[in-house]
C-alpha cells in the first residue's frame, strides 16, 4: 500500500494527516497543505473533494512548499494512490487528435514529447485515445505548467482529462523521473 503524509505547514511542520488509500475528500483532516512527504507509490493529488480541479502528480519524495509540486496555492480536497510498480512494466501507445470525438490530424506516441508544437505544429489537442500506459500531460512545454494525468480510455474532448482549455505543451508517460 502506498502512504502520503499532508502538512498544514511548510518544511513538514504542523498538523498533518497520513493517508494510504485514495480519499474523495480531505477537507476533514487539514485546513492547508503547504508541504507533503510520499514515501511510496505514486499520487495524483486535486485542488478540489472528488478528484476535481488542478491536478498535481507526485512520485516518491519530499515537497516541502507547494511551489515544489508546481502548486497554484496551499490547497489539496482529494487524493489518489498508484501502485509504482505498473509504471515501469508494459507498452505506452498513445493517439492525440486536433479536433473533438477523435476529428482532424491524428499522431501517435510512443515516447514523450517535449514540444507538442515542434511535433504536431500546433498547441492543441482536442482529444485523445491512451491505449498503453499512463501518461502526464502538461500545459507548457518542456514539462511545466498545469498537469494532467491520462489513465488507458477515450477522452473525447479536452475536459474530459481535466482540462480547462485544449492547449497541450508537452507530455510523457509515466515512470521514474
Not at 489539496?76 to 508494459?90: A, L, M, N, T
Request: charged fraction near 25%; charge should be negative; proline fraction near 4%.
Amino acid at each position: 500500500m502506498g502512504k502520503i503524509i499532508f502538512y498544514e505547514d511548510r518544511n513538514f511542520q504542523g498538523r498533518h494527516y497520513e493517508c494510504s488509500t485514495d480519499c474523495a475528500d480531505l477537507s476533514p483532516y487539514f485546513s492547508r497543505c503547504n508541504s507533503i512527504r510520499v514515501e511510496s507509490d505514486w499520487w495524483v493529488v486535486y485542488e478540489r473533494p472528488n478528484y476535481m480541479g488542478y491536478q498535481y502528480v507526485l512520485s516518491r519524495g519530499e515537497y516541502p512548499d507547494y511551489q515544489r509540486w508546481m502548486g497554484f496555492n496551499d490547497t489539496i480536497r482529494s487524493c489518489r494512490s498508484y501502485p509504482y510498480v505498473s509504471f515501469h512494466w508494459g507498452n505506452y501507445r498513445m493517439r492525440i487528435y486536433e479536433r473533438s470525438d477523435f476529428g482532424g490530424k491524428m499522431m501517435e506516441f510512443m515516447d514523450d514529447c517535449p514540444s507538442v508544437y515542434d511535433c504536431f505544429h500546433f498547441r492543441d489537442i482536442h482529444s485523445c485515445q491512451v491505449m498503453d500506459g499512463y501518461w502526464i500531460f502538461y500545459e507548457l512545454p518542456n514539462y511545466r505548467g498545469r498537469q494532467y494525468f491520462m489513465i488507458p480510455g477515450e477522452y473525447r474532448r479536452y475536459g474530459d482529462w481535466g482540462g480547462y482549455n485544449s492547449i497541450t505543451g508537452s507530455f510523457r508517460h509515466m515512470r521514474d523521473f
